[in-house]
């Protein structure tokens, strides 16, 4: 069993920076995929980026070159640094563990909400 915990969010400006974190607890972090998703009012939940246990990386296209995600495997968070932050990436960020390539479960957070608007 995996419990998030993210924060980080609230209300930036456009062309703004905002970090998100998670924290995770209650299993071994390290062999877990870990990333983050979104999802804008009416709109399916999307992948913004992920990182997996060996560290290589995924992300969306409409955040490639803005947004980094990162991973302190001893501290068992999981970070996503957004940069150039523009109306569009306004939606509630979840965080997720991803286990099931190594028969553990797929776990998700209760979500920050991110707005961006002037």
């Known amino acids: 069993q995996v419990q998030l915990v993210e924060s980080g969010g609230g209300l930036v400006q456009p062309g703004g920076s905002r970090r998100l974190s998670c924290a995770a607890s209650?299993?071994?972090?390290?062999?877990?995929?870990m990333g983050w998703y979104r999802q804008a009012p009416g709109k399916q939940r999307e992948l913004v980026a992920l990182?997996?246990?060996?560290?290589?990386?995924n992300y969306a296209d409409s955040v490639k070159g803005r947004f980094t995600i990162s991973r302190d495997n001893a501290k068992k968070t999981v970070s996503l640094q957004m940069n150039s932050l523009k109306p569009d990436d306004t939606a509630v960020y979840y965080c997720?563990?991803?286990?099931?390539?190594?028969?553990?479960?797929?776990?998700w957070g209760q979500g920050t909400q991110v707005t961006v608007s002037s």
């Open positions: 209650g299993s071994i972090f390290s062999i877990y995929t």
């Open positions: 997720n563990a991803d286990g099931r390539n190594v028969m553990r479960g797929n776990y």
């Open positions: 990182i997996t246990s060996g560290g290589s990386l």
